[in-house]
């Protein structure tokens, strides 16, 4: 029963417009909760809730995941003047479409992307387009347009030359209206689910406070100063969404900074003490980056391992010593399949920072400090699930993916 549930889980978690490894992220978190083994939660951007509402709610017991909040009152503002009836329309041309996700008539450009990143901020502080983006009901009448939206197959028909900032707008206000419409739903759908969980977060938080815990405007904090150390952004601009994970061990305020669809920080800050959990960079900026050779990274493995260490140290202030030291990737034997490298540095009491180098921006993307024993033994059944669930669906290609952990020392 549990595996038919995760099945369908899985289902519902590949309509969201989401990269591939968010997807894996969301899935993993899914399967930890039903085996109520490790607990790890992700958030991410809701797309397609009528995929199946029974389901969703799994997912969103299982994860945890906060529906995109309009925290900026300028947007939502703009959110709530629109009609009920645009609303209405909205979700069920969703809910008609026989596709996953949105495609592209074209890819965008460097530049368009660069300039969709600034766009998505300013629209966050109040400029919007002046128009609304052309919606075609048929092929036929979307290719008499430049630029326009084909509602039946969800793709974006873009024009031969570059997106003027007003078309760029367009499409995100597009997409926070779509995204608009399906939270209202969610809302309505799942009142009570909703309901039950700020309660059970308020009583948790006081709990926390009259333990000595921090609040989560502290976490809020702590987790602001961390973007700016680590990464060197600002939150201006950025959607922020926090929450108590009482669940876990210990306890956490997840709090992530996003560029809807550009980019996603994410912060688990302890809810005792306001130490740093772990923290990680997803972009879909890299996803068509070609896949490095695992010949390659082994060549550059002690870089990279130096490189993770001198991150350890400049930018966290980790000075431990450890008893071991591993890298770990998984590839098809040629090139490694999400072009990421795992160091994990162990130490003498059992636990362990891991931190992920990428190919795509190579450089240092994420951080974990974990109970290295429990994480082994997730990652061994990580394994074993995901190549049961390949031979399961007929994918052979996956049945090919090795997952390798190599000793340094």
């Given at each position: 029963?549990?595996?038919n ?15 591939a ?43 945890g ?37 949105d495609?592209?008539?074209r ?95 308020e ?13 989560e ?11 700016h ?11 922020i ?27 688990n ?133 090795d ?7």
């Amino acid at each position: 029963m549990k595996e038919n549930n995760l099945k369908a889980a899985i289902e519902v978690i590949e309509q969201i417009n989401i990269t591939a490894e968010m997807q894996r992220e969301v899935i993993r978190g899914v399967k930890q909760q039903m085996s109520s083994k490790f607990r790890k939660r992700t958030d991410y951007r809701l797309r397609h809730l009528a995929a199946g509402a029974a389901i969703f709610a799994l997912v969103i017991c299982a994860v945890g995941v906060p529906v995109s909040a309009y925290v900026l009152s300028v947007v939502k503002e703009r959110m709530d003047q629109i009609p009920e009836a645009e609303v209405k329309d909205i979700v069920q041309t969703i809910d008609e479409q026989p596709v996953e996700a949105d495609s592209f008539s074209r890819e965008y450009t460097e530049t368009e992307r660069a300039r969709m990143k600034e766009l998505q901020m300013a629209y966050r502080n109040g400029t919007f387009p002046e128009g609304e983006l052309q919606q075609a009901e048929s092929e036929a009448e979307a290719v008499q347009y430049d630029f326009c939206f084909l509602k039946s197959i969800s793709r974006f028909y873009l024009p031969d030359r570059e997106l003027t900032d007003e078309e760029l707008l367009q499409i995100i206000d597009f997409n926070a209206k779509r995204d608009y419409g399906l939270q209202q739903r969610y809302e309505e759908e799942f009142a009570d689910e909703i309901k039950a969980r700020k309660e059970k977060e308020e009583a948790a938080k006081a709990k926390l406070r009259a333990q000595g815990g921090i609040s989560e405007d502290e976490a809020l904090e702590t987790a602001k100063a961390w973007l700016h150390s680590i990464y060197g952004v600002t939150e201006d601009g950025r959607e922020i969404n926090s929450y108590l994970d009482s669940d876990s061990e210990p306890a956490r305020y997840v709090i992530t900074f996003s560029i809807q669809s550009i980019e996603y920080y994410y912060f688990n800050i302890d809810a005792a003490d306001g130490s740093l959990l772990s923290v990680h960079y997803s972009t879909g900026k890299y996803d068509d980056v070609e896949r490095q050779p695992v010949s390659v990274a082994k060549d550059e493995i002690q870089d990279i391992y130096s490189e993770a260490e001198k991150f350890l140290q400049e930018k966290l202030g980790i000075f431990d010593e450890y008893q071991h030291a591993y890298y770990f990737y998984y590839g098809d034997g040629e090139k490694l399949e999400i072009n990421k490298i795992k160091m994990q540095f162990v130490k003498a009491d059992g636990f362990a920072y891991l931190v992920d180098y990428h190919y795509g921006p190579r450089q240092i993307v994420a951080f974990e400090m974990v109970n290295y024993a429990d994480y082994r033994e997730l990652q061994a059944n990580d394994e074993e699930w995901e190549k049961k669930m390949a031979e399961t669906n007929g994918r052979s290609d996956l049945l090919n993916i090795d997952w390798v952990t190599v000793q340094l020392y």
